[in-house]
């Protein structure tokens, strides 16, 4: 059958048009591979946090592989040919082909921790945590019992010698200081904040010693050298940020006012206490009333054996002692603040987070909001705490897939 050569222009701007159009692809393509490795990236870092609240669960050590590095390489090769015959007298023909082999390899570097995890996961979180908390409207009769162990004079537990981290009632005494904060914040009357404040580093310079070269270099390193009052010495101070319960004047003379000065012996009439760490068993011996708050923050390990405590398990675990009982530990629903990890055979079908474990499947409901959200929180101080302990010169492992 003869071909139409009128038809000839149009085949070749159809080829022509796929051949070219190739070029977008990759600005395309780039925008899907940063979806999927965000989204894959983001589910890998959700489940090994629910794995490790599992493994604690079982009263097994907890691990760490960080996805540090992930890199994607893509290739494409376009060929196209065209060829078209008219002899004269005979039949037309055209023919075309498009071919673009293509391939990807991608790589993953994981970071399997070491020293430096393990010391940033035992040892107590910074305030700024309690502080971070606070700025994103946390209340605090969740975020305290969670994250502080103890405050001034007060513990959360009786005692927490010979036992495990937080295996205790919470004292009434503890929940009445978290119920208060929080029902002043409700009120706008309290709040966590910052404040700027010359912190002196060294005391009694001799000011003949201190050159303009001396003056310059603090300054540049963000140091300042602040005359003493008599004016024959200086300190090197800096000014640093610090983390303040701040009270407003309308809390002044108020029952949760009232309560907070009572139970944690401070001035009634200052509206700003520094917040300061303190460790349960050294608080120093301080002068009533106080102008501090001394607070005495749990370690990561801490919370994540806390919070392990809402993860359900099988029976059949609990029968072979495989899992051990609450019973053993008892904690207040007050301290794991409605947290819950559900279980069940199958791969649940509404899960915001799942993970398979001794052939039983963990997950947290993605209608619990209460979970979720305590979830979240501790995924942010988990990323706080642990991200800047990696160290970028430990041995990393790298596959391509």
């Given at each position: 059958?003869?071909?139409?050569k009128?038809?000839?222009p ?17 600005p ?9 490795y ?15 609240l599992?493994?604690?669960r ?6 760490l592989?960080?996805v540090t590095?992930?890199?994607?390489q893509?290739?494409?090769t376009?060929?196209?040919?065209l ?6 007298g ?21 970071n399997?921790?070491?020293r430096?995890?393990?010391?940033a ?11 971070l ?9 969740i975020?305290?019992p969670l994250m ?9 537990a ?22 208060s ?11 966590v ?9 060294n ?19 963000g ?7 008599n ?31 009572q139970?944690?012996?401070?001035d ?8 300061e ?19 005495g923050?749990?370690?990561?390990f801490?919370m ?10 099988p ?10 009982a ?13 947290f ?6 199958k791969?649940p079908?509404?899960a ?15 209608r ?13 101080i988990?990323d ?5 302990a ?7 492992l790298?596959?391509?897939?």
């Amino acid at each position: 059958m003869p071909v139409d050569k009128s038809k000839f222009p149009i085949v070749l701007l159809c080829i022509v048009a796929t051949f070219f159009s190739g070029c977008a692809t990759g600005p395309k393509r780039m925008v899907s591979d940063w979806r999927e490795y965000n989204e894959s990236t983001v589910e890998v870092g959700n489940q090994e946090l629910l794995l490790n609240l599992v493994r604690l669960r079982y009263d097994e050590y907890p691990g760490l592989l960080r996805v540090t590095n992930i890199t994607a390489q893509r290739n494409w090769t376009y060929s196209g040919t065209l060829a078209a015959n008219v002899p004269e007298g005979g039949p037309d023909a055209l023919a075309a082909g498009l071919t673009g082999p293509r391939s990807e390899r991608p790589t993953v570097s994981f970071n399997p921790g070491g020293r430096e995890l393990i010391a940033a996961a035992l040892k107590p979180v910074s305030l700024d945590v309690l502080y971070l908390a606070a700025y994103m409207g946390w209340p605090a009769s969740i975020t305290w019992p969670l994250m502080i162990k103890s405050i001034n004079d007060v513990n959360i537990a009786p005692s927490h010698h010979g036992q495990m981290p937080g295996t205790a009632e919470m004292t009434n005494e503890f929940l009445m200081i978290a119920l208060s904060v929080r029902s002043l914040q409700d009120q706008r009357l309290l709040e966590v904040g910052r404040i700027e404040k010359l912190v002196p580093i060294n005391e009694g310079l001799d000011p003949q010693l201190i050159t303009a070269s001396d003056r310059i270099q603090a300054l540049n390193s963000g140091y300042t050298f602040v005359d003493s009052g008599n004016g024959d010495s200086l300190t090197l101070s800096k000014t640093k940020q610090l983390t303040v319960l701040r009270f407003a004047a309308e809390a002044i003379g108020t029952p949760e006012h009232a309560n907070l000065v009572q139970m944690l012996g401070i001035d009634p009439q200052s509206k700003t206490f520094e917040l300061e760490p303190g460790y349960e068993g050294y608080l120093k011996e301080e002068d009533l009333p106080r102008q501090d708050i001394e607070i005495g923050m749990r370690s990561l390990f801490e919370m994540l054996f806390l919070l392990s405590r809402g993860v359900q398990v099988p029976q059949c675990d609990l029968r072979c002692g495989v899992a051990p009982a609450l019973a053993d530990y008892p904690i207040s629903d007050s301290m794991v603040g409605g947290f819950v990890v559900k279980c069940c055979d199958k791969r649940p079908a509404c899960a915001s987070v799942a993970v398979q474990y001794r052939d039983t499947w963990f997950y947290i409901d993605s209608r619990d909001q209460d979970s979720k959200a305590k979830f979240f929180l501790l995924k942010l101080i988990f990323d706080t705490q642990t991200e800047a302990a990696i160290d970028d010169s430990a041995p990393l492992l790298t596959l391509p897939l």
